[in-house]
Each structure stands twice: as C-alpha cells, then as structure tokens.
C-alpha cells in the first residue's frame, strides 16, 4: 500500500496537468527506510515528449546527491501518461530500477478524470497496490 | 589508483548491500574489471556485450558524467568518486 498526503498527490496531479501533452516526471523523497513520501521533487523531462520521459543525467546527480546528504531515498516515482492508461508501459518495466519505489502513473488523458494508481515493479514483475491518502502524513 | 565507488540500491545485491566500496583503476574500464574481480557479475549490469556503457545507466566521476569525458576511457586521480546511477526513464508504450 502506498499512504501519501493530500497535499503530495495534489502535487503530482498538478504536475502532470501542467506538463500536458508532455508527459511528467518527478520523485517523493522521505527519510530512508521510512516509507513516507515527504518532499515533491519535480524533475525536468530531458525527453520533452508525450511518450518517453527521461530525468537528466546532471539533475539525476544532483538529486540522489540531495538525498544522500539529506537521509533520504526516492519513496515515490512517478510519471504521467498523457494519452494511456496510468499503468505501467513496456518501456516503463524494462526500465525501472528502484526495487524499493513506488512507482506512480498518472493519466491525463481525460481532462475531467484523475486517475492515479501505484505498483511496484522489481525484476519485471507489476504488484498494482492500493493508495491511501490521508490528510496529514 | 584509490577510488571509492558509490553503489546504487538496485546493485547493492553485488556487493553485500554495501552502499560504497573502494575500486583501483588507471580508467572506468579498469576499474570496473578490478571490481568484477570481487563483485561478479556487477560488470554485466553496467557494459553491454559490445564494450560499451548500457544506454540507461549513468556513471559519474566527481560530479561528471562520463559519457561527456571519454565514457570507460575517462581517467581516475586518487581519492575519485565515482557513482552508479541507473537512469530513471520510461514511456507510454
């Protein structure tokens, strides 16, 4: 199960909203080994592209050398699909390398309709989990 | 030469779960063999069957990436950082 406040899915919500048709990327921070996504990082997508998104390799450097310094581990990733459902591409699978991640999709493609789902992927292997927001974290 | 070398969480399975651990080289290809020599199989997840860098991992030497300094050709100093990052990417389809 993936617990995020309201304020952190707004956030990524919005993120995904305003990068629309581009898809959006970004990671929630939180204390190692907490399970707590805590701080919205929103990353620049280096593909700017509706279909493929990628973070930058000098912005990804900064980022694990921020939550290195800070305690922190990347709790959330997520992305959006601007025109797909919010579940986890080909691409997505063969790419993810955070076993401990949740990993969160976004759809866009409905302007009126938030769909938001979390799964872990480790080894090529999809778990869709439940996400529970909650007021405060 | 003494370098330390940064171990991201998904190849921490190499190495014990050890999250940093030193390396010797004169380059990044050297480098990478004299881990391999203790972490087997570590070299794999990093160059692809035609010597290069795998597309989707970033490797970085002080605050470098090495693809912009001469890739497994970029020279060590001691006391380098190194780091092992795997890209963070996707797509729709």
Known sequence: MLTLSTATYDAIVAHARRDHPDEACGVVAGPEGSDRP???IEMLNAARSPTFYEFDSADLFQLY????ANDEEPVIVYH???ATEAYPSRTDINLA??????YVLVSTRQPDTVEFRSFRIVQ????????QVVAEL | MAVEVKIPTILRTYTDGSKAVPGDGANLAALLDDLETRYSGLKARLITDDGSLH?????YVNDEDVRFTGS???TLSDGDSVTILPAVAGGSF
């Open chain 1, 65 to 68: 050398k921020e939550m290195e």
């Open chain 1, 80 to 82: 959006s699909h601007t």
């Open chain 2, 55 to 59: 597309r989707f991992v970033n490797i």
């Open chain 2, 72 to 74: 497994l050709d970029t």
């Open chain 1, 97 to 102: 390398q955070e076993p401990n991640a949740h």
């Open chain 1, 124 to 131: 090529g292997t999809v778990t869709e989990e439940p996400v």
């Open chain 1, 38 to 40: 805590v701080r919205v």
